[in-house]
Every structure is written in structure tokens, then in C-alpha cells.
């Protein structure tokens, strides 16, 4: 199927995922989730209008995204995988949301960075939704003490992004996300991938990463 074809279908589902939850379809960002693609296969997309992208790593995003940008300057990056901290300034640099901030020492070197530059994405704190010892985010029970330690150090936090676990129902934990965000007044939800994004949006998502149903199976 071509790009301008997949992108309509999930642009398509989102929609009716949201008229189902009586939510105006416009509130949902799509972030075409580009990682391993190479900008022979992100084109089509933009050429049918995509303009909402996002990478899991910095140095692959540094590859590829400059000379993308400069022939469409209105593209939005977005960083959906885990950070380091020593390439807090290079993100900063790079991107317009991240969505993996999840501990003191980033936090830290985010603010640092954003006073360095002069930029500031959107930030939005990673949440271990379901407490799984090998991923990223934090955990639950530690979410109100890093919000206070963003607070205290300046830094906005605009929402909450997470991955479900795999294999499991998603909702309940999409839901839980929603309820803590509500609970902390943040406005934005990054939840929803290719497998689940239309209950993320029914559950509230403002932002839903879809990768493999806009650009098919990665390597
Ligand atoms: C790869 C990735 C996605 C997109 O996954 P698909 O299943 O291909 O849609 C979304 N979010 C994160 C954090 C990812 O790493």
C-alpha cells in the first residue's frame, strides 16, 4: 500500500476512535514514529502531509533529520526513546517534544541544557505504567517526587507518555496514565502505538506513536 494511502487509513481510525469517545479527532497528534527508516521511505509521507515525526535515538535522528528539516522547515521531532544524559544538550538541540524524561540526574541536565540554548520542547515524563523491571520510566509510586524535583528546577512538564507491557490488555493501563495525569494537571497523554492506538485515543491521548502501520514492519 502506498505512504498517502496508510497514512489516510490511520488517520481514518483515529477518527472514528475518537468520534466514539465524543473527542474532536483534531486534539490527537499523530507522530509518525520514523526509527530505522531511512529518508527515502519518511518522503512519501511528507509528501502526503505528515509533518509530526518522531526517532527513538539521538544520533540516528542527527543522521537523518537535518537535511529533511531544510526542505520542509514547518516539521515537528519528537524523542520517544530513553535519553541519556550526556546528550541532554544534543536533544535539546534537536527536537520540539521529548517524551522520555523519567529521573532526577535528566531532569537536571535537561534544565541545564534549555538555559544553555534558549530552546524549550515539550517535555513529557516516561511512567513505568506497569512497573516492569526492564523498562524505561518511572515508577509510579516515584512520579509525584520527580514532578516536584522539574518544579523545582524550573523545567514545565506539559504530560505523560508510556508502553504499555506487552502482551496485555492495554486499556487498564492507558486509563491509569489518564488518572494520573488528571490527578497531577497535565494536559497531555502519549499513549498508543501501532497495535493499540485507537483505545489510547478512546482512553484520552493527545499524542498516539504509530510506526510500523505508517511505514510497515522495521528490519
Ligand atoms: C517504536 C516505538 C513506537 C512505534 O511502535 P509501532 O508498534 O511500530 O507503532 C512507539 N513508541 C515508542 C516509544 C517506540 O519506541
Known amino acids: 500500500m502506498p505512504a498517502h494511502e496508510r497514512l489516510a487509513e490511520v488517520r481514518e481510525r483515529i477518527a472514528r476512535a475518537a468520534k466514539v469517545a465524543r473527542r474532536d479527532s483534531a486534539d490527537v497528534t499523530l507522530i509518525a514514529i520514523s526509527k530505522t527508516h531511512p529518508p527515502a521511505a519518511i518522503e512519501p509521507l511528507i509528501e502526503a502531509g505528515q509533518r509530526v515525526f518522531g526517532e527513538n535515538r539521538v544520533q540516528e535522528a542527527e543522521a537523518k533529520w537535518p537535511a529533511l528539516r531544510a526542505a520542509h522547515p514547518d516539521i515537528e521531532l519528537h524523542l520517544v526513546g530513553q535519553l541519556q544524559s550526556n546528550k541532554a544538550e544534543d536533544a535539546v538541540r534537536l527536537f520540539d517534544a521529548i517524551h522520555s524524561v523519567d529521573r532526577p540526574s535528566l531532569v537536571e541536565a535537561l534544565a541545564r541544557a534549555i538555559v544553555k540554548t534558549g530552546r524549550s520542547p515539550t517535555l513529557f515524563v ?94
Open 126 to 219: 516516561q511512567v513505568n505504567i506497569g512497573d516492569e523491571p526492564q523498562k524505561g520510566g518511572c515508577a509510579v509510586a516515584d512520579l509525584p517526587a520527580l514532578l516536584g524535583v522539574a518544579r523545582a528546577a524550573g523545567l514545565s512538564i506539559a504530560g505523560l507518555m508510556c508502553v504499555p507491557p506487552a502482551d496485555l490488555e492495554p486499556a487498564p493501563y492507558f486509563a491509569l496514565l489518564a488518572k494520573l495525569a488528571r490527578d497531577h494537571s497535565l494536559a497531555l497523554l502519549s499513549m498508543g502505538m501501532s497495535g493499540d492506538f485507537e483505545t489510547a485515543v478512546t482512553l484520552g491521548a493527545t499524542h498516539v506513536r504509530v510506526g510500523s502501520a505508517l511505514f510497515g514492519s522495521r528490519a
